[in-house]
């Protein structure tokens, strides 16, 4: 008796990698979920999260930043350094510098959202990469756009 | 059998490109058949499809640095790649491609590449012991207790074969199938086999003596670059060597309809080594109690009856 | 450089025969720098030790130093698969210390986007245990699966691992429309893909003798010890934070809590396998109740508690959490505690290793589901 139950045992073990080898050969007919990038991209989401940037004023061109702070004095790894200074015939204050130290920020979105001027956003930047950690130590946020502090 | 020096020579080093050359396919078709399976593509840079992948790794291997542990036994550490890696081309000799493609015909082929298949573990366990690494030393001493219960299943199902055929050559054998091959008379022999062969070359669902996620690397830990390289070697070359003979013993060698011999030797043995490759991507790791009980209270009596029937079924 | 002090263990039986095998802070096995040094004898474990705090990274300290906005990034970066149910943890323990009131559509989407990580971190868990035992396919049928999961995450709060995605008082931003039908999609999709996973391992016969009767957790042992989450339940103790505590609105879906019996690895496979069916009935609740509303309400832009103190109690894919926050009225807090359920959980692995082969010692850590990170804190 005992013997015979050992053989089912033994059949049923063996059914049971079989319906396992169907499993990956189904696999192999299936296909790959890569993305075969740089030669393809993957789509990215509208809310996908790269470093954070400027956004200018529409009519100006100039940064829409108020230098108030929040957003330095809000990150969790003091990563924002923002200046700023009233330029000549203006009402506001304006930044004349914001660095970025990106390799302490974590993508927390905290500055995004407290921003009261809804002066910064996330970018789409994925791909960077670098030989030296100087390239993203102070990232210069204001280089692409217009300022009254630039010299030109 | 009269032949000179300069043609042993001449098929020694076609063995020696054969072993090369099967290698780099092997590693290809592995990374291959592991990407498809697992929903992803495998190597796609280097060449059209990655076929150059293995080149890349080759030349990696080579330029790493030779490392040797501390208080390893250096000896034996420097020759545990060796010892597994040099029967290969011994093994290969007996081994009949074609009816007429043959390094040498000996008339105890199959007891020469049995008896080579051996020293395979004893590299593993070289390899175990010399690297001062209690690592290794258990994947070594797995090893060795793998070999023990596996291999006499193994000769039973050779005996078997050679029973029905007659003759200890492996030339003999694959023409005593000319009117069906041996796997029509001895399906479940054929699963034992194939599982007894997973379980010498050490391939998963049997590769304990290198289970990665238990012991580190298991026997070659210690081993970087060309050590590495030739463990690796040597394990693909004894996949092959295994096929062969599972081709040769149960699927009849060269013999069949439409394609020249040396085409068919070819397809069946990359079928059965596709099929070990399939059984490395599907299945966990069995336990090494588990394995040594599967073998003996399993294995050993389905090959021992079956031996049995056919010794009675060829005496009537 | 200063030799750094070692932690001696004794042993009952020392013998010529015995060694101490490092299953160090570097392993495939171990998930995580744990560092477990064992004492074998052969192939058994007479004794295992865990050493811990490899990834200490003084998430309470730094706690302190942060206001409660501030903190969000951190918590979620303790036990990075669950991060979900660690940011409800903080957000519900500071709503419930100052006594805001949560819009109920932030409520149900706060679950939806929990249960989802819930099922993508027992993806993982499934791949990383099958990993352990030797199997190498399962890890990447689960990642390709869980590749839908991060992507409708990604859409919703745009990272894919460590979510910084509740606020106090709702959320920072809503879902769509698009999203809730990309979320029925995936759940029918995916309804139909689990029998795929059922057929591939857990009627393989290799994988049922590994687990079956390995690490066996008596319930009287898995009460004692403070055990909690599914390997609670994989001894048959049926007790999880939802239902005895409910939070976040979880007292409005009908599920039930999975329990199995056996105490072994296989038991709590089982209860896993079952939570992800459940956590698939809760999303597909919430999807055809959501309710239109606003998703956050007022709240003080600057945070500043009233003094005293509250504890908080989630159930994460791992087990219980409970965040305690002692509050001294200003900006930061004057303590905050973490009791993480991997932490207890560890706490078996000593008595269960004993006289276990190593391979089933390994089996047992990857049945257990645990996160390094969130031990060391």
């Known amino acids: 008796m005992m013997e015979c139950c050992k053989i089912k045992e033994v059949l049923n073990g063996f059914l049971s990698l079989l319906t396992g080898m169907k499993i990956t050969l189904g696999n192999m007919f299936i296909k790959p979920q890569t993305v ?17 940037m400027m956004l200018a004023n529409d009519a100006t061109g100039f940064p829409m930043c ?56 996330f970018s789409r930047d994925y791909a960077l990469a670098s030989y030296t950690h100087h390239d993203f130590n102070r990232m210069n946020l204001l280089e692409s756009l217009d300022s009254p502090f630039t010299a030109n | 059998m009269n032949i000179s020096l300069v043609s042993v020579i001449c ?8 072993v090369g050359l099967n290698a780099v396919i092997l590693v290809w078709l592995e990374r291959k058949v592991a990407g498809h399976m697992q929903f992803r593509y495998g190597p796609m840079e280097v060449g059209p499809h990655g076929i150059l992948q293995t080149l890349a790794d080759g030349i990696k291997l080579v330029s790493k640095q030779l490392l040797i542990p501390d208080n390893a036994d250096k000896p034996l550490f420097l020759l545990a790649p060796i010892v597994s890696l040099v029967p290969i081309f011994a093994a290969m000799i007996p081994i009949p491609f074609t009816e007429t493609i043959q390094v040498w015909e000996l008339n105890i082929g199959l007891l020469l590449i049995i008896a080579l298949g051996l020293l395979n573990t004893l590299g593993i366990l070289l390899a175990g012991w010399g690297s001062n690494n209690k690592y290794a030393l258990l994947g070594g001493s797995r090893a060795v207790a793998q070999i023990l219960a596996y291999k006499i299943p193994l000769l039973i ?128 790791r069995v ?8 073998g003996w209270k399993v294995l050993l009596p389905i090959s021992l009856i079956n031996f049995l029937i056919t010794a009675g079924v060829l005496a009537l | 450089m200063s030799k750094s002090v070692q932690p001696t263990y004794t042993l009952e039986k020392v013998s010529d025969e015995n060694f101490a095998l490092n299953l160090g802070p570097q392993h495939p096995g171990t998930h995580g720098v744990l560092r477990v040094i064992l004492h074998m004898d052969g192939e058994y474990i007479l004794q295992a030790d865990p050493v811990l705090g490899y990834g200490h990274r003084m998430q309470e300290k730094i706690a302190e130093k942060m206001t409660y906005q501030q903190n969000l990034p951190y918590v979620s970066r303790m036990d990075y698969l669950g991060a979900l149910s660690y940011n409800l943890a903080w957000v519900c323990a500071i709503e419930r210390l100052c006594e805001f009131e949560v819009p109920e559509r932030a409520q149900t989407i706060r679950v939806i986007t929990t249960e989802l990580n819930r099922i993508s971190s027992h993806l993982l868990w499934w791949g990383a245990y099958l990993l352990d035992l030797g199997a190498f396919t399962p890890f990447l049928q689960a990642f390709a699966d869980r590749e839908l999961i991060l992507d409708l995450l990604e859409y919703v709060t745009g990272s894919r691992l460590t979510y910084c995605y509740y606020r106090f008082g709702g959320l920072p931003s809503d879902v769509d429309d698009v999203f809730l039908t990309r979320v029925s999609d995936f759940i029918g999709g995916f309804r139909k893909k689990l029998p795929r996973y059922h057929a591939l391992v857990t009627g393989n016969v290799i994988f049922e003798h590994r687990s079956k009767d390995v690490g066996v957790i008596l319930p009287f042992d898995a009460a004692s010890y403070g055990l909690s989450g599914p390997i609670l339940r994989g001894s048959g103790i ?30 709590r496979y089982n ?31 600057i945070l500043k508690p009233p003094v005293g103190e509250v504890a908080m109690a989630v159930e994460t894919p791992r087990g219980e959490l409970v965040i305690y926050i002692e509050s001294d009225g200003s900006k930061k807090p004057n303590r905050v505690k973490y009791r993480v359920p991997s932490f207890a959980n ?32």
């Open chain 3, 271 to 301: 209860v896993r396998m079952e939570e992800i069916n459940q956590s698939l009935n809760i999303i597909e609740q919430a999807v055809s109740n959501i309710s239109d509303g606003p998703i956050q309400s007022k709240v003080p832009k």
């Open chain 1, 66 to 121: 108020i230098a108030c702070t929040s957003c330095a004095r809000n990150c969790p790894s003091q990563c924002i350094t923002v200046t700023g200074k009233k330029p000549e015939g203006a009402k506001r204050k304006m930044t004349n510098k914001f660095e970025l130290d990106f390799t302490k920020c974590s993508l927390c979105g905290l500055c995004v959202e407290v921003c009261p001027v809804n002066a910064l956003d």
């Open chain 2, 11 to 18: 098929y020694l080093l076609g063995i020696a490109a054969l």
């Open chain 1, 36 to 52: 075969q990038w740089p030669r393809q991209e993957a789509p990215l989401p509208a809310r996908f999260r790269g470093h954070i």
């Open chain 2, 287 to 294: 336990r090494i109690d588990q394995m040594l009980s599967f």
């Open chain 3, 238 to 267: 049926a007790y999880d934070v939802r239902k005895h505590e409910p939070y976040s609105g979880y007292e409005s879906y009908e599920f039930t809590v999975p329990v199995d019996d056996t105490g072994d690895c296989m038991g």
């Open chain 3, 346 to 377: 560890l706490s078996i692995f000593a008595k269960l290793a004993r006289g276990q082969l190593l391979a089933d010692a390994l089996a047992v850590l990857g049945s257990m589901d645990m996160v390094i990170p969130e031990v060391d804190r």
């Open chain 2, 157 to 284: 199902c050779i005996m078997t074969i050679i029973m029905m055929s007659g003759s200890y050559s492996l030339r003999d054998i694959a023409l005593a199938q000319k009117d069906g091959w041996n796997i029509l008379y001895q399906p479940v022999l054929f699963i034992v086999y194939i599982i007894a062969i997973t379980l010498e070359t050490n391939r998963s669902p049997f590769d304990f003596s290198e289970a990665e996620s238990e012991l580190v690397a298991g026997f070659h830990t210690e081993y970087s670059g060309m050590g590495f390289s030739l463990f690796f070697l040597a394990e693909y070359s004894y996949m092959l060597i295994a096929a062969a003979l599972a081709s040769i013993l149960f699927l009849g060698g060269w013999q069949g309809p439409f394609l020249p011999g040396l085409a068919w030797t070819l397809i069946k043995t990359y079928g059965i080594i596709c099929l070990m490759m399939w059984f490395r991507w599907t299945f966990p």
